[in-house]
């Protein structure tokens, strides 16, 4: 069975800071490519970011130079630190993975700034 568990999420006002966590089970981690994705009150789920197997990383632009997609190979987790969030990263976030052509996700983690 493969899972994804992400958490971390939580109220925080604008400017200040937050790291989503993602821990998997069930794939090979290491060869894994991850993301995140996140679904705003009304809207569409949207990719934030991904992450290799090398390490390469994308960012939609809304993000870049703000948050930071990274992985621990040994702990078979994939973080998002977010900083300087503002009132439009407000949403529920979700790690993805696609695994033997099986698309996965977390349950999701709420995150929430606040004014």
């Known amino acids: 069975q493969v899972y994804l568990v992400d958490s971390g999420g939580g109220l925080v006002q604008a400017g200040g800071s937050l790291r989503l966590s993602c821990r998997t089970s069930g794939i090979n981690f290491k060869i894994a490519r991850m993301g995140w994705y996140r679904q705003a009150p009304g809207k569409q789920r949207v990719l934030v970011a991904t992450?290799?197997?090398?390490?390469?990383?994308n960012y939609t632009d809304s993000v870049k130079g703000r948050f930071t997609i990274s992985r621990d190979n040994a702990r078979n987790t994939v973080y998002l630190q977010m900083n300087s969030l503002i009132l439009a990263d407000t949403a529920d976030y979700y790690c993805?993975?696609?695994?033997?052509?099986?698309?996965?996700w977390g349950r999701g983690t709420q995150v929430t700034v606040s004014s």
């Open positions: 992450i290799a197997n090398d390490g390469t990383t």
């Open positions: 993805q993975t696609t695994w033997q052509s099986i698309p996965y």
